[in-house]
């Protein structure tokens, strides 16, 4: 991925936040077919600073996991908060007219080895650990074991397990760094106007703010 260095998030810890907080992940391959993508829920795994994994799982009538080459690395992409800027928000827009539009987001990307996996306790504790991490915030969270287990054992056998060990991580924050303290200001300005979910996280990152 293109990073200018003004663009460049290093931080574990924001860049893990991302993720964390954005699962919904575009899980990329190559194959026998070419690239392939599918998009899933990836819960992250982190011992410490330098190791960590992405688990997930796909149908089994998916045939990325059957047709993937193991020998290259996959790519699962994250995509945090992203809004349009128009150069109306640019003081410069009134005094030199040298303005343009300009597209902000925050996006990790994660690079490794994919393995698959197929044992039912792997996959029961994985769908324990998928559902509880989103369930957390429910007033009644369901829990797998609110099911039948006939139920969930025929689920089981209709998808498989991935998992990912990162062994590269990229993060961008594309977040108007390149631009004066006076045009972030009206930047933050402008999208606090807008007052929707999708500007007021943006103003929050081009104030500064991370996950």
């Keep these: 991925m293109y990073i200018p260095k003004h663009h460049e ?21 190559m194959g026998s077919s070419g690239l392939f993508a599918s998009h899933l829920p990836m819960v992250l795994h982190r011992t410490d600073e330098t190791r960590a994994i992405l688990r997930g799982h796909l149908s089994r009538a998916n045939s990325q996991w059957k047709e993937f080459s193991p020998e290259i690395q996959a790519l699962a992409i994250f995509s945090g908060p992203q809004h349009y800027i128009t150069p109306g928000w640019y003081p410069e827009k009134a005094e030199t007219g040298k303005v343009v539009p300009t597209w902000n987001y925050a996006v990790v990307h994660a690079y490794g080895p994919l393995r698959i996996i197929e044992d039912p306790q792997w996959l029961l504790t994985h769908l324990h650990s998928l559902t509880d991490t989103h369930e957390s915030s429910q007033t009644m969270p369901w829990k797998v074991s609110d099911a039948p287990e006939d139920f969930i054992a025929a689920l089981l056998r209709g998808i498989v397990g991935v998992e990912l060990t990162i062994e590269r991580l990229e993060g961008k924050w594309k977040v108007s760094q390149n631009q004066t303290e006076r045009t972030r200001a009206s930047v933050v300005e402008g999208l ?19 996950p």
């Design 9 to 29: 998030e290093t931080r574990i810890e924001v860049i893990d936040g991302l993720m964390r907080s954005q699962p919904l992940a575009s899980l990329i391959t």
């Design 192 to 210: 606090a106007a807008l007052n929707t979910e999708t500007s007021l996280a943006m103003r929050d990152l081009v104030k500064g703010e991370r």
